[in-house]
């Protein structure tokens, strides 16, 4: 008997045996540029509150949705204060950054706001 053999007798299937899928191996990302942030803009750890023209990255890797925040058309990204928030989906992620996007139109020294409740 060949070993595919012992291993189909034995009750696993001949085929090719995928490897389970690991949520850490996902990712997505989502980019809204040219937010009008409100007064006193968005809290950065790097620089500290930045306004005006701004852009805000999400990235949801590692069960965790990773926000920056950069002026519109610039090169440097800054890490949004409170950043990472925990995101157990892509679904929980997105409406992470859609929640950060509206926190930066109110301003106020915004920092990442917490994951949705299930």
Same mark, same amino acid.
Not at 60 to 72: H, I, N, P, S
Not at 79 to 90: F, R
């Given at each position: /008997?060949? %070993? =595919?053999? =012992?291993?189909?007798?034995?009750?696993?299937?001949?085929?090719? *045996? %995928?490897?389970?899928?690991?949520?850490?191996?996902?990712?997505?990302?989502?980019?809204?540029?040219?937010?009008?942030?409100?007064?006193?803009? *968005?809290?950065?750890?790097?620089?500290?509150?930045?306004?005006?023209?701004?852009?805000?990255?999400?990235?949801?890797?590692?069960?965790?949705?990773?926000?920056? *925040? =950069?002026?519109?058309?610039?090169?440097?990204?800054?890490?949004?204060?409170?950043?990472?928030?925990?995101?157990?989906?892509?679904?929980?992620?997105?409406?992470?950054?859609?929640? /950060?996007?509206?926190? *930066?139109?109110?301003?106020?020294?915004?920092?990442?706001?917490?994951?949705?409740?299930?």
């Amino acid at each position: /008997m060949t %070993e =595919q053999q =012992q291993g189909t007798a034995a009750g696993r299937s001949a085929g090719p *045996v %995928e490897p389970p899928v690991d949520p850490r191996a996902s990712w997505a990302t989502w980019t809204t540029q040219s937010i009008i942030s409100g007064p006193g803009g *968005v809290t950065t750890d790097e620089v500290g509150p930045i306004s005006g023209d701004l852009t805000v990255h999400t990235t949801w890797v590692d069960g965790e949705a990773r926000l920056t *925040v =950069q002026y519109t058309g610039a090169l440097d990204w800054y890490s949004v204060a409170g950043s990472p928030v925990p995101a157990a989906d892509e679904t929980t992620a997105r409406a992470v950054h859609q929640a /950060m996007v509206n926190a *930066v139109k109110t301003g106020k020294g915004s920092r990442a706001p917490a994951a949705p409740a299930d």
